[in-house]
């Protein structure tokens, strides 16, 4: 039996909206982790941006998945005018009208699980957010600095978290992000 969109597990993809620093392989491994997500019967979730987000929203579409944007800006018109943000990708957009902080609290809150690709302080925003909310959260490693980052911040922190994980490869991400999840569900 089919699932039912609603019964769905909504996974975030939070990355770099300017995607420079990010190296040659960060529209590949996007692309792939939308398309991951999807065949493991999952919702793509975004803050419908440019860059590594609208990435995986071209692998999620191109896979026949589901693809949801959370927008920073109060409409269509602000999306697009005021932002400069895309609409391609995605099948359904909600303008939250609360700028990027707001919506970052939104999208993460959303979603089931949260990845982190190649990012910029917004994403370390986005990933403080679900460290704080309890999120299971996959690092997607690279060839940039995020993940080094991230388990520097946890480290000088002293916050460990077994809910944050690390792979280089998007399926085993992915399905180790979704297991995390389905056992977190089973538990509480």
Avoid at 139 to 158: H, S, Y
Wanted: include cysteine; charge should be negative.
């Amino acid at each position: 039996m089919t699932k039912h969109g609603h019964s769905k597990l909504k996974l975030c993809v939070s990355g770099a909206a300017e995607t420079g620093h990010c190296g040659e392989r960060a529209m590949e491994l996007a692309k792939a982790l939308g398309r991951e997500i999807v065949a493991q019967d999952a919702v793509l979730v975004t803050g419908a941006t440019t860059g590594f987000p609208l990435w995986a929203a071209m692998g999620a579409k191109e896979a026949g998945g589901i693809s949801l944007g959370m927008s920073p800006a109060a409409s269509e018109k602000e999306h697009l005018e005021q932002y400069g943000l895309p609409v391609d990708y995605l099948d359904l957009i909600i303008y939250t009208g609360f700028g990027y902080s707001g919506r970052n609290l939104l999208l993460t809150r959303a979603s089931d699980g949260v990845f982190i690709g190649c990012g910029r302080v917004g994403t370390i925003n986005e990933f403080t957010i679900a460290f704080e909310d309890g999120k299971p959260i996959g690092v997607l490693e690279g060839d940039w600095p995020t993940a080094e980052l991230i388990r520097d911040i946890m480290a000088k922190g002293q916050r460990p978290n077994p809910k944050v994980i690390f792979d280089s490869e998007p399926k085993q991400l992915v399905s180790r992000l979704i297991a995390m999840i389905e056992t977190d569900k089973t538990s509480h």
